[in-house]
């Protein structure tokens, strides 16, 4: 039988300490310390997929509060993969998913994060963020030249945007999540740390596999050539955006069946910590279930009296 409290062992091994420099070097992307096998990987992810709808549905009756899981990571590292294998077993009518890609221009005529304010779960409901609005302090710090598009007072050219832009972005993330997690929003937020190794293992099943050829963009190899400037644009936004109420979790991506399951018992142990429950039925609603219940059963002994 599988030991199911190994389901619960992942948040400490991969948070964020608040305000903690990080450097990736320091963290593994082939976890060593498993304590199971693939195969009871396996099982107990079937178990927390399960026990995670359980919670969704005492989440989406409970109507108190909502929950953001946030999923940011290098090409390749599996995002689509957590969103399918992990969130699966929930219900869709309370789980809405959202990957952002370049801004519209409509998208650019607002502040940055006017796009994701818009999208947030409402109380009671799950949201994915399949990348996230940490594309603005990731993306946009490797390529500078996209600021510009953003027509922000006081960057007229890329030399304007120098370190102090970016702490006053990080802060603006900040407030942004703290002001959600007052009100009643529970953020988790995932980096799959995939190696540059294993990166490249699977963009070549993109080109040999026929199935996943429509996955694989040449634009992908033009930023994996900037693999050192990324790394430094997730550490910074790692390290300034870890709090609290809002957590990192790196997590080692290069076996997908461990990040799955690592990711499902830190989302299920995190829900756990709510104490959700079923709403509390008042002694006149039992008798109204009862009375229900009665002229329910009562329908077959009328429909046998008919039919004779």
């Keep these: 039988m599988t030991d199911t409290s190994k389901l619960l062992a992942y948040a400490k091994e991969f948070i964020v300490e608040e305000d903690k420099k990080i450097s990736l070097k320091d963290y593994d992307?082939?976890?060593?310390?498993?304590n199971l096998t693939k195969e009871e990987g396996e099982v107990l992810l079937k178990l927390g997929v399960q026990k995670l709808s359980e919670l969704q549905d005492k989440l989406y009756v409970h109507n108190e509060y909502s929950i953001l899981i946030v999923i940011q990571a290098m090409d390749a590292a599996g995002k689509d993969s957590i969103v399918k294998h992990v969130l699966s077993g929930m219900n869709p009518q309370g789980v809405n998913v959202h990957s952002f890609k370049v801004p519209t221009q409509q998208e650019?005529?607002?502040?940055?994060?006017?796009?994701?304010?818009?999208?947030?779960?409402?109380?009671?409901?799950?949201?994915?963020?399949?990348?996230?609005?940490?594309?603005?302090?990731?993306?946009t710090r490797v390529h500078p030249e996209y600021i510009l598009n953003e027509k922000l007072p006081g960057i007229n050219k890329v030399e304007d945007i120098d370190e102090s832009f970016w702490e006053k972005r990080f802060k603006q993330i900040n407030r942004?999540?703290?002001?959600?997690?007052?009100?009643g929003t529970i953020i988790l937020k995932f980096y799959l740390h995939v190696s540059k190794k294993e990166q490249k293992k699977r963009l070549l099943e993109r080109i040999d596999n026929p199935a996943k050829n429509w996955k694989f963009s040449y634009g992908d190899l033009k930023e994996r050539a900037l693999w050192k400037e990324y790394r430094k644009a997730y550490e910074a936004m790692?390290?300034?955006?870890?709090?609290?109420?809002?957590?990192?979790?790196?997590?080692?991506?290069?076996?997908?069946?461990?990040?799955?399951?690592?990711i499902a018992g830190i989302i299920y142990q995190e829900m756990e910590k709510l104490n959700l429950s079923y709403p509390a039925v008042s002694k006149d609603q039992k008798a109204v279930l009862a009375k229900a219940k009665e002229e329910l059963l009562s329908e077959d002994s009328k429909e046998n009296h008919n039919a004779e």
């Excluded at 992307?29 to 498993?34: E, I």
């Excluded at 942004?176 to 009100?183: N, R």
């Excluded at 609290?244 to 997590?251: D, L, N, Q, T």
């Design 29 to 34: 992307t082939d976890y060593d310390h498993k």
């Design 108 to 139: 650019l005529e607002h502040d940055f994060l006017w796009r994701h304010y818009i999208v947030l779960p409402a109380k009671g409901e799950v949201g994915i963020f399949n990348r996230s609005h940490y594309e603005n302090v990731l993306v």
């Design 176 to 183: 942004f999540e703290k002001t959600l997690a007052d009100t």
């Design 238 to 262: 790692l390290g300034n955006t870890s709090k609290k109420y809002a957590p990192w979790f790196i997590v080692p991506a290069d076996d997908k069946w461990f990040t799955r399951l690592a």
